[in-house]
């Protein structure tokens, strides 16, 4: 044996003994949770779970597949795969492709109309459909009157050209397109439906000679819920998913066949960078250049083309055919960046939360530390995360995958693509801090992939397979089926409850209808803290980063006081504007001294022992004493600034005096709060001059008090 041989061995299996360790040991538990720190904190947790599941879920599968491979030995199963494999070859691959595309469109949307309602469960969506509903009209940002704070939400951003979010434009414009279609609803379907159908088209290439597997593995993916459940949502990772298939397919055909196919790799390369940057780039750059380079070496090495030259000639014209074909994306994302956000290479993201919202080892933009101790726990829960969420299978399907690399004598032609396509988006995730399973979702072809081949090797008897071996083969059989069939009776289930709504929910994030015809203004209560953190950013021009620890670093009151004396200064040119002593630097915790109260639904208030609050924020304090309601949730379903409509406009509480400003602009509009009347009630509809003087105090003129 040769030692490349060996050393590509020892690789594999390392590869695989590392994959089993993180499906089934606690690594997460090196974060440290003893800082207030709510993310990572609930990340642990969700991991420990997490952990559970997959040894629990793996001994009792195992378990039952040791039982019912002793009850029916390996016959029935293996049959069952035989018919099995048999019916999904039956069609040829282009109509089989469309049904793919068909049946995970079709559960995307059902999810959307019955497990979401309608509603998105993630602010990136809200944040990026607001943007996207001012593109339909043409215009690339919104322009809020008077009082920007009164609108703006998280990942939202004022710039010189207006109000944006902090995404990279194609899915934004995909968005937009759809809206002025009058279809918004059809933007996961249709990306989830093109991601499936194109893996069904490119797994057959990928692996030769396996066309079961292929079509089997494809037809995961369409059902898988961890995509399905993304997929009834409006995310960026779905557009980008469908275009990193796209790239595959066609650098695949580029591969086989002309170079042409490369302009088509290099417009769905660029459009993806355009939509998320990071995975972008690591996917695009694989799925060309690491098809094509191997290719190459390949027919140099049997000179299998014409001429020493021609290997090298056969790279560069696809190499140039994908720049021709990403260069207008790369423009368009340069004037984009440079448009609003400053500069060619300045993305949102950066505008928004500065540079600490970059890759590398440094403070996260929420002031905690990133570096290798928290990659490394991250990681943990990441891998975890895929083993059991992909398919909702008991067995985790990294642990599958880790198997089957320690077991196999070598790797089939295209597993090591497919190795690379799960892997590399969680290395490159390793240098980012932000870390969900959702940023793994353009990978889950590949390891839905991997776990199919392996399930298949590992459970493949031979004549001359020794009795031992061949009952171990015929449990693993039987195992596999009984994980699959776990899924839709606990794992799928499950997953559902855990994503539907609560009433309680429903009630803050369902449009209220008003008792009056006509167009309406309804004002959401939101809390103290949401109400500091709009000020701070609209008329403070804070950045997100600074804001979020300044919450966390100081009493409401102290916080409050700034916010108002920065806005005297900044927004209506004051000279004379005395500042509290506050707390601004970018640290993690809170201060020793700073006590976190709850004192009503959805608030949350932190003060100093002893500290005497103004009048200004008694009175903040005092409108909260019902709970509140965030803006968010509901402001991208109804009317906004500065686009026709003749619906409901909501827009933020902020009290009477500056309230007065945003009714002057909309005063055609029948005017409501949304917030509850008691104490731990749901929100209601509240003619608004009751609600001023219920909550302020004050009347509902305007008038200031002294």
Same mark, same amino acid.
């Given at each position: 044996?040769?030692s490349n &041989?060996?050393?590509?061995?020892?690789?594999?299996?390392?590869l695989?003994?590392?994959?089993?360790a993180?499906?089934?040991?606690p690594?997460?538990?090196?974060?440290?949770t003893?800082?207030e720190?709510?993310?990572?904190?609930?990340?642990?947790?969700? !991991?420990?779970v997490?952990?559970q599941?997959?040894?629990? =879920?793996?001994?009792?599968t195992?378990l039952v597949?040791?039982l019912?491979s002793?009850? +029916?030995k390996?016959?029935?199963?293996?049959?069952?795969? %035989?018919?099995?494999?048999?019916?999904? #070859?039956?069609?040829?691959?282009?109509v089989?492709a469309i049904?793919?595309?068909?049946?995970?469109a079709g559960l995307?949307?059902?999810?959307?109309?019955?497990?979401?309602?309608?509603? +998105?469960?993630?602010?990136d969506e809200?944040?990026? %459909?607001?943007?996207?509903?001012y593109?339909?009209?043409?215009a690339?940002?919104?322009v809020l009157?008077?009082?920007?704070e !009164?609108?703006?939400v998280?990942?939202?951003?004022?710039?010189?050209?207006?109000w944006?979010?902090?995404?990279?434009?194609? &899915?934004?414009?995909?968005?937009?397109l759809?809206?002025?279609?009058?279809t918004p609803?059809?933007v996961?379907?249709?990306s989830?439906?093109?991601?499936?159908? $194109?893996?069904?088209?490119?797994?057959?290439r990928?692996?030769?000679?396996r066309p !079961?597997?292929?079509?089997?593995?494809?037809?995961?993916?369409?059902?898988?819920?961890?995509?399905?459940?993304?997929?009834g949502?409006? $995310?960026?990772?779905?557009?980008a998913?469908a275009?990193g #298939? $796209?790239?595959l397919?066609s650098?695949?055909?580029?591969?086989?066949?002309?170079?042409?196919?490369?302009?088509?790799a290099?417009?769905?390369v =660029?459009?993806?960078?355009?939509?998320?940057?990071?995975i972008?780039?690591?996917?695009?750059s694989?799925?060309?250049?690491? $098809?094509?380079?191997? &290719?190459?070496?390949?027919?140099?090495?049997?000179r299998?083309?014409?001429?020493?030259g021609?290997?090298?000639a056969?790279?560069l014209?696809?190499s140039?055919?994908?720049?021709?074909?990403?260069?207008?994306?790369?423009?368009?994302?340069?004037w984009f960046?440079?448009?609003?956000?400053?500069?060619? %290479?300045t993305?949102?993201?950066?505008?928004? +939360?500065?540079a600490?919202?970059?890759?590398?080892?440094?403070?996260?933009?929420w002031?905690?530390?990133?570096?290798?101790?928290?990659?490394v726990?991250f990681t943990?829960?990441?891998?975890?995360?895929i083993?059991?969420?992909f398919?909702? %299978?008991?067995i985790?399907?990294?642990?599958?995958?880790?198997?089957y690399?320690l077991?196999t004598?070598?790797l089939p032609?295209?597993?090591s693509m497919?190795?690379?396509?799960?892997?590399?988006?969680?290395?490159?995730n390793?240098?980012?801090w932000?870390h969900?399973t959702?940023?793994?979702?353009e990978?889950?072809?590949?390891?839905?992939?991997?776990?199919?081949?392996?399930?298949?090797?590992?459970s493949?008897?031979v004549?001359?397979?020794?009795?031992?071996?061949?009952r171990l083969?015929?449990?693993?059989?039987?195992?596999?089926v009984?994980?699959?069939?776990?899924?839709?009776?606990l794992?799928?289930?499950?997953?559902?409850s855990?994503?539907?709504?609560?009433?309680?929910?429903?009630?803050?994030?369902?449009v209220?209808?008003?008792p009056?015809?006509?167009? /309406?203004?309804?004002?959401?209560h939101?809390?103290?803290?949401?109400?500091?953190?709009?000020?701070?950013q609209?008329a403070?021009?804070?950045?997100?980063?600074?804001?979020?620890?300044?919450?966390r670093?100081?009493?409401? #009151?102290?916080? &409050?006081?700034?916010?108002?004396?920065r806005?005297?200064l900044?927004?209506r040119?004051?000279?004379?504007?005395?500042?509290?002593?506050v707390?601004?630097?970018?640290a993690s915790?809170t201060?020793?001294?700073?006590?976190?109260?709850?004192p /009503?639904?959805?608030?949350?208030?932190?003060v100093?022992?002893?500290?005497?609050?103004?009048? !200004? #924020?008694?009175?903040e304090?005092?409108?909260?004493?019902f709970?509140a309601?965030?803006?968010?949730?509901l402001?991208w379903?109804?009317?906004?600034?500065?686009?026709?409509g003749?619906g409901?406009?909501?827009?933020?509480?902020l009290?009477p005096e500056?309230?007065?400003?945003?009714?002057?602009?909309f005063?055609g509009?029948n005017a409501?709060v949304?917030?509850?009347?008691?104490?731990?009630?749901?929100p209601?509809?509240?003619?608004?001059a009751?609600?001023m003087?219920v909550?302020?105090?004050t009347p509902?003129?305007?008038?200031?008090?002294?």
């Amino acid at each position: 044996m040769n030692s490349n &041989h060996d050393i590509r061995t020892l690789a594999r299996r390392g590869l695989g003994g590392l994959l089993l360790a993180l499906s089934f040991l606690p690594i997460f538990r090196v974060l440290d949770t003893s800082v207030e720190a709510p993310f990572r904190v609930a990340s642990v947790e969700i !991991a420990e779970v997490t952990l559970q599941l997959a040894w629990w =879920g793996t001994l009792s599968t195992l378990l039952v597949g040791v039982l019912l491979s002793a009850l +029916f030995k390996g016959g029935p199963v293996r049959a069952l795969a %035989t018919k099995v494999g048999d019916l999904l #070859c039956a069609p040829r691959l282009p109509v089989f492709a469309i049904a793919i595309s068909v049946l995970a469109a079709g559960l995307a949307l059902l999810t959307w109309r019955y497990l979401y309602l309608g509603l +998105f469960t993630n602010v990136d969506e809200i944040a990026s %459909t607001i943007q996207a509903r001012y593109m339909a009209t043409g215009a690339l940002a919104g322009v809020l009157p008077v009082v920007p704070e !009164a609108w703006l939400v998280p990942n939202t951003l004022m710039v010189d050209h207006g109000w944006v979010s902090q995404y990279p434009p194609t &899915h934004l414009a995909f968005m937009a397109l759809l809206i002025a279609m009058g279809t918004p609803w059809l933007v996961g379907a249709i990306s989830l439906g093109a991601m499936a159908g $194109l893996v069904a088209l490119s797994l057959p290439r990928l692996l030769p000679g396996r066309p !079961a597997t292929a079509r089997l593995a494809a037809l995961l993916v369409a059902v898988s819920p961890f995509l399905v459940f993304l997929g009834g949502g409006a $995310l960026s990772h779905l557009s980008a998913g469908a275009l990193g #298939c $796209l790239v595959l397919y066609s650098a695949l055909r580029a591969r086989d066949g002309h170079a042409g196919w490369g302009v088509l790799a290099g417009a769905a390369v =660029g459009a993806m960078v355009s939509s998320r940057p990071l995975i972008g780039l690591i996917l695009g750059s694989l799925f060309t250049l690491g $098809l094509w380079i191997p &290719h190459a070496v390949s027919a140099a090495a049997e000179r299998s083309t014409d001429g020493p030259g021609a290997p090298l000639a056969w790279l560069l014209r696809r190499s140039a055919a994908t720049l021709i074909g990403g260069a207008p994306f790369g423009v368009l994302l340069a004037w984009f960046n440079h448009r609003l956000f400053g500069g060619a %290479t300045t993305f949102g993201y950066l505008a928004a +939360f500065g540079a600490d919202h970059g890759l590398g080892f440094h403070r996260d933009p929420w002031g905690y530390s990133y570096g290798l101790t928290e990659a490394v726990g991250f990681t943990s829960t990441d891998t975890l995360a895929i083993g059991v969420q992909f398919l909702e %299978t008991s067995i985790p399907l990294t642990a599958l995958v880790g198997l089957y690399l320690l077991t196999t004598p070598r790797l089939p032609k295209g597993v090591s693509m497919l190795l690379a396509w799960a892997l590399l988006p969680v290395v490159g995730n390793v240098l980012y801090w932000f870390h969900a399973t959702r940023m793994l979702f353009e990978a889950t072809p590949a390891w839905i992939a991997l776990a199919v081949l392996g399930a298949i090797e590992l459970s493949r008897s031979v004549s001359d397979d020794p009795p031992l071996r061949r009952r171990l083969r015929e449990a693993a059989a039987w195992s596999f089926v009984a994980a699959l069939a776990a899924a839709p009776v606990l794992g799928i289930p499950t997953r559902w409850s855990t994503y539907s709504w609560t009433e309680e929910t429903l009630s803050r994030i369902t449009v209220p209808q008003p008792p009056e015809p006509g167009p /309406a203004i309804i004002f959401t209560h939101s809390s103290w803290n949401e109400r500091i953190s709009a000020t701070l950013q609209g008329a403070g021009g804070m950045r997100q980063d600074s804001v979020i620890s300044a919450l966390r670093r100081n009493t409401n #009151c102290s916080l &409050h006081r700034f916010a108002e004396a920065r806005e005297a200064l900044v927004r209506r040119g004051e000279s004379e504007v005395e500042f509290p002593p506050v707390d601004l630097q970018q640290a993690s915790g809170t201060p020793p001294d700073i006590e976190r109260r709850s004192p /009503a639904p959805g608030t949350t208030v932190r003060v100093r022992s002893g500290e005497v609050f103004t009048p !200004a #924020c008694v009175r903040e304090l005092r409108s909260d004493r019902f709970g509140a309601v965030a803006l968010a949730p509901l402001l991208w379903q109804g009317d906004l600034p500065g686009l026709s409509g003749d619906g409901i406009l909501f827009v933020r509480d902020l009290g009477p005096e500056k309230n007065a400003l945003i009714l002057d602009a909309f005063s055609g509009r029948n005017a409501y709060v949304f917030v509850p009347k008691a104490l731990e009630a749901p929100p209601e509809l509240v003619a608004y001059a009751e609600a001023m003087a219920v909550l302020w105090g004050t009347p509902s003129d305007g008038s200031r008090r002294p």
